[in-house]
């Protein structure tokens, strides 16, 4: 590789692309707010030099990265706060009844349940059923009684690796985690929650990523 003193904006470029390969001309331009023929001259010089390589009809990559690399660092690199989605949240104090309605309207697995704010516990499709099928009067029971409770709650935070947080779904066989800021509570840590990775998150970005 060449080994050309860079300009900063190059350098920028460089940066981008490494992130997002392959990716178009017009998308570089976007990110950094320029026009394509603004960029041109750049990339001529950044292929020139041997840093990137144009790929016809797929975009511009990085020189020298193999496709798996390339897939492999995007996974690594991705975080939990790019991918979560809302999350379904309701009081411990309301119903079963009524956490099983927001459930379905959601067309969510799980619903986060809160105490003053705060994650206090979560129920699954499974608690909801067993709740069901004890006879019980769901408009009755509060969801706190058979939610699956802090601290046994696995949860992800924004800032880490979404590679880390599938992990943990897989090895406690569940279907999604609240994603959670710790905040204080009373003198104690305790989350609020920001959002939810669910399986239907990572099958969604796995296609995302085949493309
Ligand atoms: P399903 O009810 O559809 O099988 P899960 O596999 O996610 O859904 O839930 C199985 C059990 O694990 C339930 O009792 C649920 O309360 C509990 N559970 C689900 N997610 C978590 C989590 N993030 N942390 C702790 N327990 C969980």
Known sequence: MSSIELTDRQKQ?????????PIASTEIAGVLGLSRAALRA???????SGNLIA???VGYCINGTPPQEAFERQVREMLVGDVKSMPVVVDEKDSVYDALVALFLDDASTVFVLSE???AGLAS????????IGGRDLQKIPVGVIMTRMPNIVVAFPQESILE????????????LPVVETHENKGRPAYRV?????????????VELGK
């Open 13 to 21: 470029i460089i940066s981008i692309v490494r992130e997002r390969q």
């Open 42 to 48: 750049d990339l001529s010089v950044l292929c020139l």
């Open 55 to 57: 790929k016809p009809k």
């Open 117 to 119: 704010g705060y994650l």
């Open 125 to 132: 499709r499974k608690d909801f059923l067993k709740a069901a």
């Open 165 to 176: 947080a599938a992990k943990r779904i897989v090895m406690h066989q569940i279907d999604s």
């Open 194 to 206: 920001v959002g939810t990775l669910s399986k239907t998150n990572l099958a969604r970005l796995f």
